[in-house]
């Protein structure tokens, strides 16, 4: 009997809180109520909330039942870590898609399938049914509002359409608060666009970060595109400094998003305060010890998230390790527990950052004056994520570690010929002296660096600027290179587009490492 009442105690709940949360999401204009309102103790709601949704899991999801059977699992009261987390090889890979939805059913109409873009190796499928996508929609809906406020906004989405999470949800999401076209990664249909509609809108353009170069490159100088006004909204990988410095004299704003196709998308976002933020702790040494400690050197992306609707935890003993995520919501078909997709971050509540920074402004008041008046754009109170990324995204070398964020900062910053520059990947070769080196493999835009002068000036730039980054960025790269001046033989090898490691590529992101044969 006492089993009986608690499985309808906890559904009964379920079902309301989730009942809740659609208030928030009616209008854009709640959503930003919300989010400029939110409080700490929100937090300890949301963990109760994260709690109910993986006991009523086991109750109602077959595969999630099974998979607490075999890790030995026993009911604990409110004891969110008594539940083993998921991941993709131990539970999505273990079980069929029925198997892991409500009742041990997927709901046919108005269910949508994503596939993932394949850059962990497999493209997996995700079933998503109308609800869970209406929550999405309505989420990504309020934050674009709050963060690129305008009555004339003209989202060009070109993320990549078809079977990918982001594009199709991106475009059906926008259009609840502007006018949208799909163009997809085509840079021709969106000058064609931008020159039709001419410059009477705000534009707002959707894309994976390296996409957004492309396009910067296209646009830059054009005597027909002066008066335009321009903003850009990314996701689907990390995005550097340099790269959003690259790019901002044409696109006056930048922002990312954070998201997964396991998950979902929109899960975080950069506000005006957290890009300000991961600025300072780039730039000031008392920031980032404040904020990573005194021995991280890798500068994360800095997003804020609502726990109420994605609550994050982190493996480990401190708020430092993997992130785990419980999306609270009955909507989602293939409910997500403790689901781990390998990312790395801390998690700081907003007061908590901002008594770090009051502590850092005790003799500099100026800081805190700039960081009130960034907060004051969006006046977001969510928490913040600080994401490092995958954890094995590296190539080691002579002890340190070499990050693919790291090489493009030294690609496109300061770089006068970073306009010839389509990507590029990382990786190591072994030489005839059996040692084995960093190569960054870069591959040109088309038309660019045709001659072998000009592409071996556009290597020596590269390489000078790599290694520059990666001295002023890793005081263990530093160390080695003082201690030994073979660690600064990093080659830097040029391919006209479509060759070498970029050969027959056709993901929708850039794969960031390459093996050497």
Same mark, same amino acid.
């Given at each position: 009997?006492?089993?009986?009442?608690?499985?309808? #105690?906890l559904?009964i709940l379920?079902?309301?809180?989730?009942?809740?949360?659609?208030?928030?999401r009616?209008?854009p204009a709640v959503w930003r109520?919300?989010?400029?309102?939110y409080?700490p103790?929100?937090?300890d709601f949301?963990?109760?909330?994260?709690?109910?949704?993986?006991?009523?899991?086991?109750l109602?999801?077959?595969?999630?039942?099974?998979?607490l059977e075999?890790g030995?699992?026993?009911?604990?009261?409110?004891?969110?870590?008594?539940?083993?987390?998921?991941d993709?090889?131990?539970?999505?890979?273990?079980?069929p898609?029925?198997?892991?939805?409500?009742?041990?059913?997927?709901?046919v109409?108005? &269910?949508?399938v994503?596939? &993932?873009? =394949?850059? &962990?190796?497999?493209p997996y499928?995700?079933v998503? &049914?109308?609800?869970?996508?209406n929550t999405?929609h309505r989420?990504?809906?309020?934050?674009t509002?709050?963060?690129f406020?305008?009555?004339?906004l003209f989202?060009?989405?070109?993320?990549? #359409?078809?079977?990918?999470?982001?594009?199709?949800? $991106?475009?059906?999401?926008?259009?609840r608060?502007a006018?949208?076209?799909?163009?997809?990664?085509?840079?021709d249909?969106?000058?064609?666009?931008?020159r039709?509609? %001419?410059?009477?809108y705000d534009?707002?353009?959707?894309?994976? @970060?390296?996409?957004?170069k492309h396009?910067?490159d296209r646009?830059a100088?054009?005597?027909?595109?002066?008066g335009y006004?321009?903003?850009?909204?990314?996701?689907g990988e990390?995005?550097?400094?340099a790269?959003?410095?690259y790019?901002?004299d044409?696109?006056a704003?930048?922002?990312?998003?954070? =998201?997964?196709?396991?998950?979902?998308?929109?899960?975080?976002?950069?506000?005006t305060?957290?890009?300000?933020?991961?600025?300072?702790?780039?730039?000031?040494?008392a920031?980032?010890e404040?904020f990573?400690?005194?021995d991280e050197?890798?500068? @994360?992306m800095?997003f804020?998230?609502?726990p109420?609707?994605?609550?994050?935890?982190?493996?480990?003993?401190?708020?430092?390790g993997?992130?785990?995520?419980t999306?609270?919501?009955?909507?989602?078909? *293939?409910p997500?527990l403790?689901?781990?997709?390998?990312?790395?971050? $801390?998690?700081?509540?907003?007061p908590?950052?901002?008594e770090?920074i *009051?502590?850092?402004?005790v003799?500099?008041?100026e800081?805190?004056?700039e960081? $009130?008046?960034?907060?004051?754009r969006?006046? !977001?109170?969510?928490?913040?994520?600080?994401l490092? =990324?995958?954890?094995?995204?590296?190539?080691?070398?002579m002890?340190?570690n070499?990050? @693919?964020?790291?090489?493009?900062?030294?690609?496109y910053?300061?770089?006068?010929?970073?306009g010839?520059?389509?990507g590029?990947a990382?990786?190591?070769?072994? %030489?005839?002296d059996l040692?084995?080196?960093?190569?960054v493999?870069v591959?040109?835009?088309?038309? $660019?660096?045709?001659?072998?002068?000009?592409?071996e000036?556009?290597?020596? *730039?590269?390489?000078a600027?790599?290694?520059r980054?990666?001295?002023?960025?890793?005081?263990?790269?530093?160390q080695? !290179? *003082?201690?030994?001046a073979s660690?600064?033989?990093?080659a830097?090898?040029?391919? @006209?587009?479509?060759?070498?490691?970029?050969?027959?590529?056709?993901?929708?992101?850039n794969?960031?490492l390459?093996?050497?044969?």
């Open positions: 009997m006492g089993t009986f009442l608690r499985q309808w #105690m559904r379920s079902f309301g809180l989730t009942g809740m949360y659609r208030v928030y009616s209008h109520a919300m989010a400029r309102n409080r103790w929100m937090g949301a963990r109760l909330h994260a709690w109910m949704t993986c006991q009523f899991a086991a109602d999801v077959p595969a999630y039942q099974e998979h075999r030995g699992w026993r009911f604990r009261w409110f004891s969110l870590a008594s539940y083993p987390p998921t993709k090889v131990g539970y999505v890979k273990a079980y898609e029925d198997a892991r939805c409500w009742k041990g059913r997927v709901e109409a108005g &269910s949508v994503d596939e &993932s873009s =394949g850059s &962990s190796g497999t499928n995700w998503r &049914s109308r609800r869970e996508l999405v989420n990504v809906a309020g934050y509002s709050l963060v406020p305008s009555r004339r989202v060009i989405n070109a993320y990549s #359409m078809g079977a990918w999470a982001t594009g199709t949800n $991106t475009g059906i999401a926008m259009a608060i006018t949208v076209k799909n163009t997809g990664p085509d840079l249909k969106i000058v064609d666009t931008l039709h509609f %001419g410059p009477r534009y707002l353009v959707t894309a994976y @970060p390296p996409f957004l396009l910067r646009l100088g054009e005597t027909w595109f002066a006004r321009m903003a850009a909204m990314v996701g990390g995005m550097t400094e790269l959003r410095d790019v901002g044409v696109f704003k930048v922002r990312s998003g954070y =998201g997964a196709s396991d998950l979902t998308i929109g899960m975080g976002g950069e506000t305060f957290s890009v300000w933020l991961r600025r300072r702790i780039r730039e000031d040494a920031f980032r404040a990573l400690g005194a050197q890798r500068l @994360p800095v804020q998230y609502n109420l609707e994605t609550y994050l935890e982190t493996t480990g003993e401190g708020r430092t993997e992130i785990l995520c999306i609270n919501s009955t909507a989602v078909m *293939a997500k403790r689901y781990n997709i390998g990312d790395e971050g $801390t998690l700081l509540s907003f908590e950052v901002w770090r *009051a502590a850092l402004a003799d500099r008041p800081l805190l004056a960081a $009130t008046r960034t907060h004051l969006e006046k !977001m109170q969510l928490p913040l994520l600080f490092y =990324g995958r954890a094995d995204s590296t190539v080691s070398y002890g340190a070499i990050y @693919p964020q790291d090489v493009e900062y030294g690609l910053e300061g770089n006068p010929l970073a010839a520059v389509e590029f990382l990786g190591l070769e072994e %030489g005839a040692e084995s080196r960093p190569v493999h591959q040109l835009r088309p038309g $660019t660096a045709e001659t072998e002068p000009e592409r000036q556009l290597a020596e *730039a590269c390489r600027g790599v290694l980054h990666l001295a002023s960025c890793s005081r263990d790269f530093a080695s !290179m *003082a201690e030994d660690a600064a033989e990093i830097v090898r040029i391919h @006209p587009h479509g060759t070498g490691p970029f050969a027959g590529s056709t993901g929708i992101k794969s960031y390459v093996k050497e044969g």
